[in-house]
């Protein structure tokens, strides 16, 4: 009688450990003062918890180039759904979120060659097919200040992904030479505030042409775009139509929002510094636009060439901003 006693309460004990386990998850899920991030195999998944609704962000290899990039953005009803991986809402890039490039050796611009897009999700044929243009060198990330590796799961306050992309030219037919070292910094913090900081250095001489640098991709959660300055909204448009800002005094976001307000996505450029003060904009081109293709863009290099000499670094530095 003893012994069954104690295989019962020992079984009993078991249980509760389990139910408290699971408890304890569940508390952490729901808790709004940290994320959480799981690093399988690098996949990283950054959960952000909420009373109504989880939202992930998933950074993984992606496209043609297979560049170190956000690839997903998913929602979850709420913290069971989450657990078992069942979204709600499930969004896959399919193109870029920091630009590509128009860029060429300095000893190629007068070659007569067309330009097109290297860099990002962009091929060898100008979009997303062909040969790569780009290779991933480099990837590391730090949570809440320690470099992390291998697979794990925890809560966190702040995850920083450093990712270094090395670019071909368009004219890579013709010098067979990188020219680009291009260092993607994120910083993720627990109010689904992404920052971005991205160093472009020159492999050789180079002139970069076109570069856009901050852009979205507008999902279909999303019904208008919004141009703003500061705080006050200089224009509105619907999300699949070509639009632009209809002033570019002041523009510094672009603010993507539903009908019933339910979501947002604000995009917003700093302008004080690097690329962002727009020395490269060419006369009548737009700050920030938008194509009914469902994409929105900063203007940072257009209309006005950007050489730079070997060895030489540009930055610029912006942030999104989600629900």
Same mark, same amino acid.
């Not at 408290?20 to 709004?32: G, H, L, P, V």
């Not at 139509?241 to 996505?265: D, P």
């Given at each position: 009688m003893i012994?069954?006693?104690?295989?019962?309460?020992?079984?009993?004990?078991?249980?509760?450990?389990?139910?408290?386990?699971?408890?304890?998850?569940?508390?952490?899920?729901?808790?709004?003062?940290?994320?959480?991030?799981?690093?399988?195999?690098?996949?990283?998944?950054?959960?952000?918890?909420?009373?109504?609704?989880?939202?992930q962000f998933?950074?993984?290899?992606?496209?043609?180039?297979?560049?170190?990039?956000l690839e997903k953005v998913s929602y979850f009803s709420g913290s069971t759904a989450y657990n078992q991986g069942q979204a709600s809402d499930e969004f896959s890039s399919c193109t870029d979120w920091i630009g590509p490039y128009y860029v060429c050796s300095a000893s190629s611009v007068n070659s007569g060659l067309t330009p097109k897009f290297t860099g990002g999700w962009h091929g060898s044929n100008g979009d997303g097919t062909g040969s790569p243009t780009a290779s991933t060198s480099e990837v590391s990330f730090v949570v809440d200040g320690e470099k992390a590796s291998g697979n794990f799961e925890t809560n966190c306050s702040q995850v920083d992904l450093n990712v270094t992309n090395i670019i071909h030219? %368009?004219?890579?037919?013709?010098?067979?030479?990188?020219?680009?070292?291009?260092?993607?910094?994120?910083?993720?913090?627990?109010?689904?505030?992404? =920052?971005?900081?991205?160093?472009?250095?020159?492999?050789? =001489?180079?002139?970069i042409q076109r570069y856009y640098g901050l852009q979205s991709q507008n999902f279909a959660l999303f019904d208008q775009v919004s141009y703003?300055? =500061?705080?006050?909204?200089?224009?509105?448009?619907?999300?699949?139509? !070509?639009?632009?800002?209809?002033?570019?005094?002041?523009?510094?976001?672009?603010?993507? !929002?539903?009908?019933?307000?339910?979501?947002? *996505?604000?995009?917003?450029?700093?302008?004080?510094?690097? *690329?962002?003060?727009?020395?490269?904009?060419?006369?009548?081109?737009?700050?920030?636009?938008?194509?009914?293709?469902?994409?929105? %863009?900063?203007?940072?290099?257009?209309?006005?060439?950007?050489?730079?000499k070997r060895g030489e670094e540009v930055y610029w530095k912006g942030s999104y901003y989600w629900d």
């Open positions: 012994k069954k006693m104690r295989h019962i309460f020992s079984t009993f004990a078991f249980l509760a450990l389990v139910v408290f386990a699971r408890c304890q998850k569940e508390d952490t899920i729901r808790s709004d003062e940290q994320m959480v991030i799981k690093n399988y195999e690098e996949h990283i998944h950054i959960g952000f918890p909420g009373t109504d609704k989880i939202m998933s950074f993984y290899s992606c496209g043609v180039n297979q560049l170190f990039a030219g %368009y004219d890579y037919s013709l010098t067979n030479k990188d020219l680009l070292k291009e260092t993607v910094c994120y910083s993720i913090k627990q109010n689904r505030q992404i =920052d971005v900081q991205v160093r472009i250095k020159a492999l050789e =001489d180079i002139v703003i300055a =500061d705080q006050q909204v200089i224009n509105t448009a619907g999300i699949n139509v !070509n639009s632009r800002c209809s002033t570019n005094e002041g523009i510094n976001t672009i603010l993507l !929002n539903s009908n019933k307000n339910q979501h947002q *996505l604000r995009l917003v450029l700093n302008t004080a510094e690097g *690329l962002g003060v727009l020395g490269n904009l060419g006369s009548g081109i737009p700050k920030a636009f938008s194509v009914s293709y469902r994409k929105s %863009y900063f203007n940072l290099v257009n209309g006005k060439d950007l050489p730079l």
